[in-house]
């Protein structure tokens, strides 16, 4: 009986910390999210705050980028297309996808060393490993790249999901950074053509890539029902883990 209420008292414990960081994170967009999206949405003013930190420019930008992948306080595209117009497209591709890679691998540090002690305490590290999809190495990965290409699916949450498996890291930042070139080229090309006046084809750009985005987030949707459906229903640990969970010297 102690050590269940020692159990149940980290549960209580983990709901709180995780309403604070929850708190916090819309307290950062409430007061600062706002203004910072402004800030990359007006690309001039953007760029002449960009050039006040001279060299230190592009270290700031990526600072930003890793904050907006494990925060996501502010949105993907004005940031990827504000980059493009400083940098040009390949540039800001290049800072767009080093500030990705950065804040994947905090990402994964974190949930690799929390996440998981928090699934065993709520005892949902079965269920997830029961997972079909994620039993079979290629299937999965098929699914990470599909999803992590699509067009208008969240990305950086899956990130925080695929943390709580056991895919490799190398291969995980192999298969997510490949396939977000495209997203991120098309958003950092329509920046380029704004920073140059070149309003027709910045337009043109953004229009596929917007109408690209409405099927890719059908998809994503079909594939998720898929495999929810597909997840198998029996009962997960003995009874007396689902009675009591895990103790906390297990954690």
């Excluded at 050590?3 to 967009?29: D, F, H, N, P, Q």
Aim: proline letters at 4%.
């Amino acid at each position: 009986m102690n050590e269940k209420k020692k159990t149940i008292l980290l549960r209580i414990l983990i709901i709180a910390a995780l309403l604070a960081v929850a708190g916090a994170c819309i307290y950062m967009y409430l007061h600062f999210g706002k203004s910072a999206v402004e800030l990359v949405k007006d690309t001039d003013r953007f760029k002449a705050w960009i050039d006040g930190f001279g060299v230190w420019g592009v270290i700031v930008f990526v600072a930003i980028r890793v904050l907006q992948t494990v925060v996501k306080f502010i949105p993907t595209e004005p940031i990827e297309i504000a980059a493009g117009l400083v940098w040009g497209w390949f540039g800001g591709f290049m800072l767009c996808l080093l500030g990705n890679m950065i804040g994947s691998v905090i990402i994964l540090i974190m949930t690799r060393r929390i996440g998981t002690r928090i699934l065993r305490l709520f005892r949902l590290e079965n269920k997830l490993q029961s997972m079909r999809f994620l039993q079979d190495r290629e299937k999965r990965n098929r699914l990470l790249f599909i999803f992590y290409l699509v067009p208008g699916t969240p990305k950086d949450t899956m990130t925080y999901f695929a943390g709580l498996t056991d895919i490799n890291w190398i291969e995980f930042m192999i298969i997510s950074s490949i396939a977000r070139i495209p997203a991120i080229v098309s958003s950092t090309i329509c920046g380029a053509y704004l920073g140059a006046n070149n309003f027709k084809v910045a337009a043109i750009v953004f229009a596929i890539s917007a109408l690209l985005s409405i099927p890719g987030a059908m998809i994503y949707k079909k594939i998720s029902a898929r495999y929810t459906q597909n997840q198998p229903q029996s009962g997960i640990g003995s009874a007396q883990e689902t009675e009591n969970g895990p103790t906390p010297e297990e954690l």
